[in-house]
């Protein structure tokens, strides 16, 4: 499968612990985003890279979230602390032009 | 007010209907316009761009821009029941990262 790839697909966290997902894209894409989605909403964006270079982080994102794209290759984001409005679909996308976005399944986090 | 706006429906229609969805937006510096379909725990997937004002067509879909309105459409003709799931519009801009932003997602429901 030459998809974008998510892991987990699903994650069950208790409130304060810390999580990480990954997201590989696909295959020499260098365009690399990170979404969240909640029910009935559309993609939020949280953040951006282009190769290993984060170049856009949403203003809305806490401290608690950070995002990693060694070598720009896969990515990885994570989630410290988490509280329960953090429940949330994670959407990974990864692109080689500024148009077609490929998305992955996702991560589905709940906070309990 | 959000930069791009949809609503959220759901929209039922029987099947063989022409559905009819819809975006505004605010920001006149978006110039490309995408439709992202989605289904239910799954992430989207591009239908069409288009770029600036006009139409195109692919198949039973067709995508109409109006700057000047800043106004979208997305056109289904001959709907199918697995035409049914949430549309997403999507927009971004020129200059800088390209980020798209997207609307809430439409729910269509196309019943035999």
């Known amino acids: 499968d030459t998809g974008v790839s998510q892991n987990p697909r699903h994650k069950i966290t208790k409130r304060g612990q810390n999580v990480t997902f990954r997201c590989d894209p696909i295959?020499?894409?260098?365009?690399l985003y990170w979404y969240r989605q909640t029910l009935g909403q559309g993609p939020e964006f949280l953040t951006y890279?282009?190769?290993?270079?984060?170049?856009?982080k949403s203003r809305l994102l806490s401290d608690r979230f950070s995002a990693e794209r060694p070598k720009g290759s896969f990515s990885t984001l994570e989630i410290q602390r988490t509280e329960q409005g953090d429940s949330a679909m994670y959407l990974c996308?990864?692109?080689?032009?500024?148009?077609?976005?490929?998305f992955g399944q996702g991560t589905r986090l709940t906070v309990v | 007010q959000k930069e791009v706006e949809q609503d959220p429906g759901p929209l039922s229609v029987p099947e063989g209907a022409i559905v009819s969805l819809n975006c505004t937006y605010s920001?006149?510096?978006?110039?490309?316009f995408m439709w992202y379909r989605q289904y239910s725990r799954k992430g989207p997937e591009l239908l069409m761009y288009?770029?600036?004002?006009g139409n195109k067509e692919d198949g039973r879909f067709t995508a109409q821009v109006d700057k000047s309105s800043k106004y979208i459409s997305l056109f289904i003709r001959d709907s199918q029941p697995s035409d049914s799931a949430t549309y997403l519009c999507?927009?971004?801009?020129?200059?800088?990262?390209?980020?798209?932003?997207f609307g809430r997602g439409t729910s269509l429901i196309v019943h035999p």
């Open positions: 890279f282009q190769n290993e270079a984060q170049l856009e």
């Open positions: 288009t770029y600036s004002s």
């Open positions: 920001n006149s510096a978006f110039q490309y």
């Open positions: 999507a927009m971004s801009e020129i200059q800088g990262s390209y980020i798209p932003t």
């Open positions: 996308a990864s692109s080689l032009s500024h148009i077609e976005a490929f």
């Open positions: 295959s020499e894409h260098n365009r």
